[in-house]
């Protein structure tokens, strides 16, 4: 049973160019939110994602940040223009959906090492 | 927005040793992790707290819920050098709903040897 699958591990972009990071949930896990953790610090929630919904995205930029789940294939982080300060590490986990008194358990990927030249 | 206070910063202690840290918040949460990562990696979790006052181990670690809500602390006894990594903690609203966590800035441990 594959875990949370994040590609690529690394990424290199110049200033101003796009950065796509890409994100497949484990299997049977319906809910997706990525993070981002710069050096040094603890993770910061950016978004959570259903199926070709957005619930809540009070932790994304407004420019230049968006996210994506459709209802086929992986769900997409996506940086446009991006700038130095947009270095960090990026992280996506999933989670099933609750049935019953499941606990909701976040489960993570190994993240994207964004690094912005 | 909400934060989570997690102390120490830092520890470097000798295999073998006991290792206890804590994590505070001006907020309640109703729900509390505790994730280790390693460097590379993502975060993997090592114990959940659901009620207030709960106490749960994992083998050698051992994580309590206050009774306020609104701290948690770990425990891990007779570490090894494979305990080393950083140990972040981490709070959510809502127990049984889909909701975004709050970290804490993290515990690197060292161990030496």
């Known amino acids: 049973n594959a875990g949370v699958m994040q590609n690529p591990r690394h990424l290199v972009r110049r200033r101003g160019q796009e950065a796509r990071l890409r994100c497949s949930p484990m299997?049977?896990?319906?809910?997706v939110y990525w993070y981002r953790q710069l050096p040094e610090e603890g993770l910061k929630f950016m978004v959570y994602l259903q199926k070709e919904n957005i619930i809540d995205e009070s932790g994304m930029p407004k420019e230049r940040f968006s996210a994506e789940f459709p209802k086929e294939g992986p769900s997409i982080l996506r940086i446009q223009q991006v700038v130095r300060g947009d270095s960090a590490a990026y992280f996506c986990?999933?989670?099933?959906?609750?049935?019953?008194?499941?606990?909701?358990?976040?489960?993570f990927g190994a993240g994207t090492r964004l690094s912005v030249l | 927005g909400q934060q989570l206070n997690q102390s120490p910063q830092s520890m470097f202690i000798q295999e073998g040793e006991d290792v206890s840290m804590n994590c505070t918040s001006s907020?309640?949460?109703?729900?509390w992790l505790w994730y280790k990562q390693d460097p590379g990696e993502g975060p993997v979790l090592l114990i959940a707290?659901?009620?207030?006052?709960e106490l749960t181990s994992n083998g050698r670690l051992t994580a309590q819920f206050g009774i306020t809500r609104k701290d948690s602390f770990l425990n891990i006894s007779a570490s090894i050098p494979s305990d080393v990594g950083i140990y972040f903690c981490a709070g959510q609203l809502i127990p049984q709903g889909n909701t975004p966590l709050v970290f804490g800035k993290g515990t690197r441990l060292s161990v030496i040897a």
């Open positions: 907020s309640i949460f109703n729900t």
């Open positions: 299997k049977g896990h319906s809910h």
């Open positions: 986990a999933s989670s099933p959906l609750r049935q019953g008194l499941a606990k909701n358990i976040q489960y």
């Open positions: 707290l659901y009620k207030a006052g």
